[in-house]
C-alpha cells in the first residue's frame, strides 16, 4: 500500500510539471475525490528525497493528509484549492524537479527553460536566499502576515542590535531601513556603574557652593539649623533619584535622559514645559559656575587683576559686580569657543576636573583631623567682640614697639583722627582692647557648643563674637575695617543658596546611551553618589561648626583672616589646595552645563513640540548644536549679568525644583494608576516615597522664594498652554493621559449611579451628518448650529453611515472620519466623531442611536435635518429612512431636533444684530421649546435676539388668564421672553384644505402605481439573465424591496413561462388603477391633520414670518406605516413659508424646572 502511494505521488507531481500548470487550477476537481494517507517511517524510504531536502530530513516521522469535499459547488470551480495549496508542511507537496533535482514547491511554480523552480510561499520574498530560515515552512499558517507580524526571532534580533538614539521611534525606524552596506559599525557601550553614573554623579553634584558657601551657611544658620537645611535637600534628591531610578528601569531610556523620562512619562505639554525649566536651570547654572570661578579668581587668586577699584566702602561692592560682569562675560565667551571647537576636549578633562573635587575634599578633612591635635595659625584681630578686616592690619594691638619705644599702630590711624597718641578717637576703639582670637581652634576646642544657634542679620550689621566682653559704646560702626554682612540672611534665604549644591543627579540618566546596563547602572551608582555627597555635606557642616571660630564662619569672603578661602584655612597642607583644587573644578563644572544645555534644548527643538524652538534642532556637520548653544550663551550672559552668586543660585535652584517635582509626580501617577507598562526593575518605590519628594521640592520652592517659585510655574504654565494650543500632536503613552482615563471610568462610574435630575439636564448631542459621493459632509450648517446650541459645553457626537461592507470600506471610513473630524475643528466643536459602516443605511442609524456614548455620557438628543427634495425624487428611501429614525428616536426616549432649511442657518461669524426667536408652544412635552432659545442665546450668533413664546387658545380656553400664567411661569423659570396667546376658533374645513389633501392621496397613489410599473419592468429584464445572476440579483432585490417597501409581493428565485405570461397578466389592471385616481375621495383623517396643518401655517406665517428662528411643536409619526407619506406633507404644509425652522420633539421627560 506504501509503495502504491508513492507511486501515485511521484506520477501526480509528474503529471503537474508536464502540463505546466499548479494544482490549484483545473486539477481541482479531480483532487477533490482523492483521500490518501502517506506515513512513511524515515525519510530516506522516499527515493530522489532523502538527499535534497535538508528541512524534511529533519523529521523522522510525517503525516500527509489530502483531504477534500466530496462536492464542490459550480460557483467556486474556478477558485484556487486554498487548503491544499497551503499545506506547505506536508511531504505531499514536495515536488522533485528531475532536471535540477532540487526541491521545488508546488503552490508558486515558474517557468524557466520548460523547468519549475521553486519560489518561496510567503508575501515578502524579494530577499528571498535558499537556506535562509525566515521561510521556515513551519510558520505557513501565518505567511499572510509576515509584513506586519514579523516572526519573533527577527524581532529579537533587530532588538538585540538596539542601538541607543536620541528618541528612539523614528531614529529606529529609519536606522532598520538603512541597508547593511550603509550601516555604520556602531560601538556597543561599555560603561559600567562607576565610570559612567557614580563618579559623573559626583563631578556634577560636588560644585562651587561646597567652597565658597558651605562654611557660611553653617556660621549663619548655625550647626543645627545648616545640618537641617542639607538634611533637607538631601532628602529631596533622594527621593527623587528613587522616582527616577523606578522612571529610568521602566524599559529602555535613550540617550536623552531626564527630559525624555518627563516627557514620555507625563506627555508632551508637562515634558516640555519642565524640559525647558531644566535647560533653564542647567543654563544658569553654568552662569553660576562662571561667576563662582570669576569669585575665586579676584577675591582668592588675583586681586589686582580688578579692573573697576572705589577708596570709598560703599561703593566698593559696585566696582566688584562690574568686575565680575565684565570677567564672566569673557569666561563664558572663552568657554562657549572650547565648546564649539570640541567637546571631546571637555569629556577628556572631566576626569581632570574630579579629580580636583576629590583632592579638595580630601585635603577638608585631612585639615580637620590635623586640627585636633596641630591646628594652623590664623589669627583673627578683634575690637572688644567686632570683628576687624585683617586685609590691611599689619599689628592686632593699638600700639607697637619700634626701636624700643610705643608708638600708634597703624589701626590707631583708622580709628583716630591722626597718629598721634592725643588724637580723638573713636568711642568704641577708646573703651575696648584689641585682641586676637585663633580662627581654627581645631576640633577638640569644643568650639561647636557656639557654632550651635542661628546669627542671622541684617545687611550692614557686624560680625561679632557673642561670648567677648564689649563696652556699651557704639562708635562708627560703618568704619570700613569692621567686616560686614554683605547681604539681609534668613532661614530660607540660605535653603534657596545652598540647594544648587546638591542638584546633579541626573548625569548618569543622562549618560544611558554609553552605559552597558543602564537599568542596573542608574538607580545604583545615583543613590550612592547621593548617599555619598550626603554623607560629605553633612560631615563638612559638622567639622566646619567643630573647627573654625563663628566670626570667620560667618566671614564670606575671608577678610578677617587675610582674605583667605576660609574652607581653604582648615585644609592642609595648604589653603591654595582648594583654592586651585575649587577654581578648576568650577570652571570643568561650567564647561559641562555648556555642554549638556545645547543638547537638552536641541532635544526638545527635534521632538517638535515647540514649534519656535525648531530651528535650534539644526546642528553642525558633526552634530554638534550650534544654534542652541548661541541661545545658551545669551541666556547664561543674562546670569552673568547678574553679578552675584547669591542672587543666581536661588534662579537655578527654582527650575531644578521644578524638574524634580515633575519627576516625582510622573512616579506617583504611574504607580498609583497601575499602568500595564509600568514595570521598572527598580523595585524598592512607594507612591508615598514621590509623593513626600514632590512635596518637599514645592516647600523648598516657595521657602527659598515664594516670588521666583510663581515665576517658575507660571513660565512652565504658559509652555505648558503653549504646547497644548500650538505645538504638534504627540502620543507617548503617558501618565497623564492615563489620569485622564481613570478620571473619565471615575466620573462615568458615579454618572451611572442614577438619572440626571432636571437641573442638571441639558441636550448632549448626536448629530446626525449626510455625506455625499465624495464622501463630503451634505449640510456643514447642521454641525455650526450644533455648535451654537452647546456653546462647548456638555457631550457632543457627531455621527455619519457609510453604506456598504466594513471589509471593503475600512478605508473609506476613515477618510469619512478625518472629514468630519476637519470640519468639527473649523467649526470648534468640542466632541467625538462616530462613524458606522452598515449594508443599511436605516440599520446603520438605528445603531448609532442606540449605541453611541459610553454609560453615562450618552446622548439625550438627536439632531438632524430635513430631507429636502422628498417629493421630487421618485426614491422613497429618503423621506422612509428620515421616518424610520423618528421612530427609533421616539422609541428610545430621546428628544429629535430637525432643522428645516438648514442652508440658510447663519454661521459663527455672522451675529445677528437684532430680530425674534419665536417659540410656538402648542404641546407640552418636558420643557426643550422653552430651553432651546435660551441655549442658543448664550451664543454671540444669537444673544441679541429676543424670545417671544407663542401658544395657541382653543375657544374653551380663557386666552387672559392663560396669558397671565404662562408670564408667571416664565418669571420662575428666569427667562425673559415676550409672551402671546394665539385664538385659534372652530372653522369649517376649507376648500383649499380639502384640495390639498385630495392632492396628496392621489400623488400618493399614482408613485405606488409608479414604482409597481418600474417593478414589472425589472422582472422582464430577468428574465433573459442567467441562473447565477438570477441569484445575486434576487438577493439585492429583496433587500431593495425590504429597503423601500413599496410593495409586497417578492421577487422569487426561479421563474418559469407560466408566471412571466400571469405577470403580464396584471398590466391591465395597473392601467385601471390610474383611471381610479380621478375618482377616489380623501380620507377624513387625512383631511382634519391637513386642516390642522393649513390653520396653524396661517397663523405662524402670520406671526413669525419675519423671525430669525421658528421652534415648533414636531408632531410624532402615524402609528400605521402606510400613512408615512402623508405625514411628511402634513410636517411640509405645517412649515410652509418659514426661513428657518426648528421642529421640536421631546423625549418624554422633564428638562426644565421652576425650583432651585
Not at 562654611?215 to 550647626?223: E, F, L
Not at 506627555?267 to 531644566?278: I, K, Q, S, W
Not at 580709628?415 to 573703651?431: E, I, L, P
Not at 455648535?787 to 473609506?812: C, D, H, M, P, R
Request: hydrophobic share 40%; net charge neutral; glycine share 8%.
Amino acid at each position: 500500500m506504501i509503495a502504491k502511494s508513492k507511486c501515485c505521488l511521484k506520477e501526480l507531481i509528474k503529471g503537474w510539471q508536464q502540463k505546466g500548470r499548479s494544482p490549484g487550477k483545473e486539477t481541482t476537481t479531480k483532487m477533490a475525490s482523492v483521500r490518501f494517507m502517506v506515513t512513511p517511517t524515515k525519510i530516506d524510504d522516499i527515493p530522489g528525497l532523502s538527499d535534497t531536502s535538508p528541512d524534511l530530513s529533519s523529521r523522522s516521522s510525517s503525516r500527509v493528509r489530502f483531504s477534500s469535499r466530496e462536492s464542490v459547488p459550480e460557483t467556486s470551480r474556478s477558485e484556487p484549492m486554498s487548503e491544499m495549496s497551503g499545506a506547505t508542511t506536508s511531504l505531499a507537496t514536495i515536488a522533485v524537479d528531475p532536471a535540477s533535482d532540487r526541491t521545488s514547491n508546488p503552490r508558486d511554480v515558474t517557468e524557466d527553460d520548460g523547468h519549475k523552480k521553486a519560489r518561496n510561499a510567503y508575501l515578502n520574498n524579494s530577499n528571498f536566499e535558499e537556506g535562509d530560515e525566515y521561510f521556515d515552512k513551519n510558520l505557513a499558517l501565518f505567511e499572510e502576515e509576515m509584513d506586519t507580524r514579523p516572526k519573533v526571532s527577527s524581532l529579537l534580533n533587530r532588538m538585540a542590535n538596539y542601538t541607543n538614539l536620541t528618541q528612539g521611534a523614528k531614529e529606529h525606524e529609519e536606522a532598520e531601513n538603512i541597508t547593511e552596506g550603509k550601516k555604520k559599525p556602531t560601538k556597543s557601550p561599555q560603561m559600567g556603574t562607576f565610570m559612567g553614573v557614580y563618579l559623573p554623579c559626583l563631578q556634577n553634584i560636588f560644585g562651587v557652593i561646597l567652597f565658597l558657601r558651605l562654611t557660611w551657611v553653617v556660621g549663619t544658620a548655625g550647626v543645627l539649623q545648616a545640618f537641617a537645611i542639607v538634611l533637607i535637600c538631601c532628602c529631596c534628591t533622594m527621593l527623587t533619584a528613587i522616582s527616577m531610578s523606578a522612571i529610568a528601569t521602566n524599559g529602555v531610556v535613550p540617550a536623552g535622559g531626564s527630559y525624555f523620562m518627563i516627557s514620555r512619562a507625563l506627555g508632551p505639554e508637562f515634558g516640555g514645559a519642565v524640559g525647558l525649566c531644566f535647560y533653564l536651570g542647567t543654563t544658569f547654572a553654568a552662569a553660576m559656575y562662571i561667576l563662582g570661578a570669576i569669585e575665586i579668581f579676584l577675591i582668592y587668586i588675583f586681586p589686582r587683576a580688578a579692573i573697576f577699584r572705589s577708596d570709598d566702602a560703599l561703593k566698593e561692592s559696585a566696582a566688584m559686580l562690574n568686575n565680575m560682569r565684565v570677567y564672566g562675560t569673557a569666561f563664558l565667551v572663552l568657554m562657549v569657543l572650547v565648546v564649539f571647537v570640541g567637546v571631546r576636549y571637555v569629556n577628556k578633562f572631566a576626569s581632570l576636573f574630579l579629580a580636583c573635587v576629590i583632592v579638595s575634599i580630601l585635603a577638608i578633612y585631612a585639615g580637620a583631623i590635623k586640627s585636633s591635635f596641630a591646628p594652623p595659625n590664623f589669627p583673627v584681630c578683634m575690637l572688644g567682640n567686632r570683628t576687624l578686616s585683617s586685609r590691611q592690619i599689619d599689628t592686632c594691638s593699638k600700639t607697637k614697639e619700634v626701636n624700643n619705644m610705643t608708638v600708634p599702630s597703624k589701626l590707631w590711624g583708622f580709628f583716630c583722627n591722626s597718629s598721634h597718641f592725643n588724637a580723638s578717637c573713636d568711642d568704641y576703639f577708646c573703651h575696648n582692647n584689641v585682641t586676637s582670637i585663633q580662627g581654627i581652634p581645631g576640633l577638640a576646642s569644643g568650639i561647636i557648643i557656639e557654632n550651635l544657634w542661628s546669627n542671622y542679620l541684617p545687611k550692614g550689621e557686624l560680625i561679632e563674637k557673642p561670648s567677648a566682653k564689649s563696652s556699651d559704646f557704639l562708635g562708627n560702626l560703618n568704619n570700613e575695617f569692621y567686616v560686614h554682612v554683605d547681604i539681609t540672611t534668613s532661614f530660607t534665604l540660605l535653603v534657596g543658596i545652598f540647594f544648587p549644591s546638591v542638584t546633579g543627579i541626573m548625569a548618569g540618566s543622562n549618560r544611558s546611551g554609553d552605559l552597558k546596563d543602564a537599568q542596573k547602572s542608574i538607580p545604583i551608582g545615583t543613590i550612592l553618589a547621593i548617599l555619598t555627597t550626603s554623607f560629605v555635606y553633612l560631615s563638612n557642616v559638622v567639622l566646619f561648626g567643630a573647627c573654625i571660630e563663628g566670626v570667620v564662619l560667618q566671614d564670606k569672603f575671608g577678610d578677617a583672616v587675610k582674605g583667605n578661602l576660609v574652607v581653604g584655612t582648615l585644609s592642609w597642607p595648604s589653603p591654595w589646595v582648594i583654592v586651585i583644587g575649587s577654581f578648576f573644578s568650577t570652571c570643568g563644572a561650567g564647561l559641562q552645563s555648556l555642554t549638556g544645555a545645547p543638547r537638552l534644548l536641541q532635544a526638545i527643538a527635534k521632538d517638535n513640540i515647540i514649534p519656535f524652538l525648531r530651528v535650534f534642532g539644526h546642528s553642525k556637520a558633526n552634530g554638534e548644536p550650534t544654534w542652541a548653544l548661541l541661545l545658551t550663551a545669551v541666556i547664561a550672559e543674562l546670569g552673568i549679568l547678574i553679578a552675584s552668586l547669591d542672587l543666581v543660585a536661588p534662579i537655578l535652584s527654582m527650575f531644578f525644583l521644578m524638574c524634580y517635582l515633575f519627576v516625582n509626580l510622573a512616579c506617583a501617577l504611574q504607580t498609583l494608576l497601575r499602568t500595564p507598562n509600568w514595570r521598572p526593575r527598580f523595585r524598592y518605590y512607594h507612591w508615598a516615597l514621590s509623593f513626600m519628594g514632590m512635596s518637599i521640592c514645592v516647600a523648598l520652592m516657595f521657602i527659598s522664594s515664594w516670588y521666583y517659585a510663581i515665576v517658575a510655574m507660571v513660565i512652565a504654565g504658559m509652555i505648558y498652554k503653549y504646547i497644548e494650543y500650538q505645538g504638534a500632536e504627540k502620543e507617548w503613552g503617558d501618565g497623564i493621559r492615563g489620569l485622564s482615563l481613570s478620571a473619565a471610568r471615575f466620573a462615568l462610574l458615579r454618572l451611572e449611579e442614577g438619572p440626571p435630575h432636571t437641573k442638571n439636564w441639558r441636550p448632549q448631542l448626536l448629530v446626525m451628518l449626510k455625506l455625499d459621493e465624495d464622501l463630503h459632509v451634505k449640510h456643514p450648517r447642521l454641525l455650526t448650529f450644533a455648535s451654537q446650541l452647546k456653546a462647548g459645553k456638555g457631550l457632543t457626537i457627531v455621527g455619519s453611515v457609510l453604506v456598504g461592507n466594513f471589509l471593503e470600506n475600512y478605508g473609506e471610513a476613515l477618510a469619512a472620519e478625518q472629514t468630519i473630524k476637519h470640519l468639527m475643528e473649523a467649526e470648534k466643536v468640542k466632541g467625538f466623531c462616530q462613524l458606522v459602516v452598515a449594508a443599511k443605511l436605516r440599520e446603520g442609524i438605528s445603531h448609532l442611536i442606540q449605541s453611541c456614548g459610553l454609560g453615562g455620557m450618552k446622548h439625550n438628543t438627536v439632531v438632524m435635518g430635513w430631507p429636502n427634495g422628498w417629493r421630487q425624487s421618485e426614491d422613497a428611501r429618503a423621506w422612509k429612512t428620515f421616518i424610520g429614525t423618528v421612530r427609533v428616536t421616539t422609541a428610545a426616549h430621546l428628544a429629535l431636533l430637525v432643522a428645516k432649511n438648514v442652508s440658510f442657518f447663519p454661521s459663527n461669524v455672522e451675529p445677528f444684530a437684532e430680530g425674534n426667536i419665536d417659540v410656538w408652544w402648542i404641546v407640552h412635552d418636558g420643557g426643550m421649546l422653552m430651553l432651546l432659545p435660551f441655549l442658543l442665546k448664550q451664543h454671540k450668533v444669537w444673544r441679541k435676539c429676543a424670545i417671544r413664546i407663542f401658544t395657541v387658545a382653543q375657544l374653551e380656553d380663557n386666552s387672559i388668564q392663560m396669558k397671565k400664567d404662562l408670564a408667571t411661569f416664565l418669571y420662575h423659570l428666569r427667562i425673559e421672553a415676550e409672551v402671546e396667546v394665539v385664538e385659534m376658533h372652530d372653522s369649517d374645513i376649507s376648500a383649499y384644505t380639502y384640495e390639498r389633501t385630495l392632492m396628496m392621496e392621489q400623488r400618493s397613489q399614482m408613485l405606488r402605481h409608479m414604482r409597481l410599473s418600474k417593478t414589472e419592468r425589472d422582472r422582464e429584464a430577468q428574465l433573459v439573465k442567467d441562473r447565477n445572476s438570477m441569484l445575486r440579483l434576487t438577493s439585492i432585490g429583496s433587500d431593495e424591496d425590504e429597503e423601500t417597501e413599496t410593495y409586497q409581493e417578492k421577487v422569487h428565485m426561479t421563474w418559469t413561462k407560466d408566471k412571466y405570461m400571469a405577470s403580464r397578466g396584471h398590466k391591465p389592471k395597473t392601467l385601471e388603477g390610474f383611471q381610479d385616481l380621478l375618482n377616489m375621495r380623501p380620507d377624513q383623517s387625512n383631511v382634519r391633520r391637513m386642516h390642522t396643518a393649513v390653520k396653524l401655517n396661517e397663523v405662524i406665517v402670520n406671526k413669525s414670518h419675519e423671525a430669525k428662528l421658528v421652534l415648533l411643536n414636531m408632531p410624532g409619526p402615524p402609528r400605521n406605516p402606510e400613512g408615512d407619506e402623508n405625514y411628511m406633507e402634513f410636517l411640509e404644509v405645517l412649515t410652509e413659508g418659514l426661513e428657518r425652522v426648528l421642529l421640536v420633539r421631546g423625549g418624554g421627560s422633564e428638562v426644565i424646572t421652576i425650583y432651585s
